[in-house]
């Protein structure tokens, strides 16, 4: 059984840094590519940033040149770092993992097998 746990989220301001950890269970994490989304209240689950099973990346426009995704895979961790932060990105951010893909980032929740409980980011201005 996998599990993806999220921590590091809370209320912060405008301009602020937060860095989310994403901590999962399974004996094959180095070969899962993981995704960061988020989801506001009212709107629809967005992909935030995706992290390859060999360590290329790839960001939302929205988040480029702010947050930034790397991963430990001794420590089976993802991580999302994210600075400079807006009240736009207030959210509710969650982790996920493809075991399918593990070369490839999607941006298509569908394509993700796996899902954190969310860890919530309020920022305020």
């Known amino acids: 059984q996998v599990q993806l746990v999220e921590s590091g989220g809370g209320g912060v301001q405008t301009g602020d840094s937060l860095r989310l950890s994403c901590l999962a269970s399974?004996?094959?994490?180095?070969?899962?590519?993981m995704g960061w989304f988020r989801q506001a209240p009212g709107k629809e689950r967005e992909f935030v940033a995706g992290i390859a099973r060999n360590g290329g990346t790839y960001n939302a426009d929205s988040v480029k040149g702010r947050f930034s995704i790397s991963r430990d895979n001794a420590k089976n961790t993802v991580y999302l770092q994210m600075n400079s932060l807006k009240p736009e990105d207030t959210a509710l951010y969650y982790c996920?993992?493809?075991?399918?893909?593990?070369?490839?980032?999607?941006?298509?929740?569908?394509?993700?097998?796996?899902w954190g409980q969310g860890t919530q980011v309020t920022v305020s201005s």
């Open positions: 399974g004996p094959t994490f180095s070969t899962w590519a």
């Open positions: 996920a993992a493809d075991n399918v893909r593990g070369y490839f980032i999607s941006r298509r929740r569908d394509e993700y097998t796996y």
